[in-house]
């Protein structure tokens, strides 16, 4: 019984992860974007 209950404890905190993950890939994309535009922009500024 106690075997059974850990397994559920791990696969809904594996499911947690990788949701919060998920959730976290357009942020990560949307800082990547900027950090690149600003990288453009200045290099563009200092030519």
Known sequence: MVRFIRQE???NAHQISVSAEEDMIPQK???IVVQDYSG???RENKE
């Open 9 to 11: 404890v791990e696969e």
């Open 29 to 31: 994309l949307e800082v």
């Open 40 to 42: 453009v922009s200045y």
